[in-house]
Structure formats: structure tokens, C-alpha cells
């Protein structure tokens, strides 16, 4: 089981990204999959997820209104939208999956029992 994310990179202030997450093995399987970040010198934090469905989500509230999740069940990947990034959203972004019984604490790294290696996302001023 291996999640992999991709599309981070060097970005201006006001700019967007779209990271991709594709999930190989079962990690999608009735799972709700999301983001998880960890700036650099700070604590991981969480950032946005979704439910198996799509009908789901939730997010962090420093990436409401900005960040969009939604998901691909028959490409087994997940994609985060990002406009408007600021300096502040520069880190390290981790893909992350878990089993939808776990959705009512699934802002808290303990929901999540698969994490990809993440991609980088800088975000210059």
C-alpha cells in the first residue's frame, strides 16, 4: 500500500498549485483520504480531507475558502486545490488515508493509518 503525492513546487505569493495524490494497493478502499502539512520548524498540522463518497470534507480553518479537496475513485487519487497561497502555507504536504469509521476525529493525525512521503510546496513572497 503506497500513497504518493506530487505537483508541489516554488510558487509566488497569489499563486496556485495542485497536488495529486495517487494511492496504489487498498489505501483508497472505503477510505477517506486527505492532507496533512508540516512547515518548516513547526508542528505537522492538519489541512483538508474527504470523505469515500466526495460528499465530505473538511478543512483547516487557515485554508478554508482558498484550498479545495475532492477526489477520483477510479483514478484512486485525490487532488488539493490551492489558491491564493502565502508565504504561510509553505511546508511539506503529506498524503494521508483512513478508514471511514474513523471520520469523526479525521483532523487528527491518529484517523489516518497510511501517510505518503509528501511533496514540498514553497511558497516565495
Known amino acids: 500500500v503506497q500513497l504518493q503525492a506530487s505537483g508541489g513546487g516554488l510558487v509566488q505569493a497569489g499563486g496556485s498549485l495542485r497536488l495529486s495524490c495517487s494511492a496504489s494497493g487498498r489505501a483508497s478502499d472505503n477510505n477517506f483520504m486527505g492532507w496533512f502539512r508540516q512547515p518548516p520548524g513547526k508542528e505537522r498540522e492538519f489541512v483538508a480531507t474527504?470523505?469515500?463518497?466526495?460528499?465530505?470534507?473538511l478543512y483547516a480553518d487557515s485554508v478554508k475558502g482558498r484550498f479545495f479537496i475532492s477526489r477520483d475513485n477510479a483514478k484512486n487519487t485525490v487532488y488539493l486545490q490551492m489558491n491564493s497561497l502565502t508565504p504561510e502555507d509553505t511546508a511539506k504536504y503529506s498524503c494521508?488515508?483512513?478508514?471511514?469509521?474513523?471520520?469523526?476525529?479525521?483532523?487528527?493525525?491518529?484517523?489516518?493509518?497510511?501517510w505518503g512521503q509528501g511533496t514540498q510546496v514553497t511558497v516565495s513572497s
Open positions: 474527504i470523505s469515500w463518497s466526495g460528499d465530505d470534507t
Open positions: 494521508v488515508a483512513g478508514p471511514m469509521g474513523r471520520w469523526w476525529y479525521a483532523n487528527r493525525p491518529a484517523a489516518y493509518n497510511y
